[in-house]
Nanobody, 120 residues
Framework: QVQLVESGGGLVQAGGSLRLSCKYS????????MGWYRQAPGKQRELVAT???????NYADSVKGRFTISRDNAKNTAYLQMNSLKPEDTAIYYC??????????????WGQGTQVTVSS
């Protein structure tokens, strides 16, 4: 089974920066994509950013230009660099891995989440 562990969350003032890390381990045939999602209190979980195995990226409009997603395959780690943070970025951030478990099937794996709080 695949396990994801997020780290790097915390409290930061508006305009500051944080870098989230997602270390994955376990057995999987291949990774299709990894992503970061977030969920604020009383709101639906939303996509923040994704990166494919070919390092093609996609961002939510609300974070585009401020956040950068990346991967280090040698370290089995994905990152989310968050700059110019705003109070509305406050949420629990979750790491996602979409992987191929057989030649014809895929599965999503999720981390436990890490809290990001941005104060004004």
């Amino acid at each position: 089974q695949v396990q994801l562990v997020e780290s790097g969350g915390g409290l930061v003032q508006a305009g500051g920066s944080l870098r989230l890390s997602c270390k994955y381990s376990g057995s999987i045939f291949s990774i299709n994509a990894m992503g970061w999602y977030r969920q604020a209190p009383g709101k639906q979980r939303e996509l923040v950013a994704t990166i494919t195995s070919g390092k093609s990226t996609n961002y939510a409009d609300s974070v585009k230009g401020r956040f950068t997603i990346s991967r280090d395959n040698a370290k089995n780690t994905a990152y989310l660099q968050m700059n110019s943070l705003k109070p509305e970025d406050t949420a629990i951030y979750y790491c996602n891995l979409n992987g191929r478990i057989t030649w014809s099937s895929t599965r999503d794996y999720w981390g436990q989440g890490t809290q990001v709080t941005v104060s004004s």
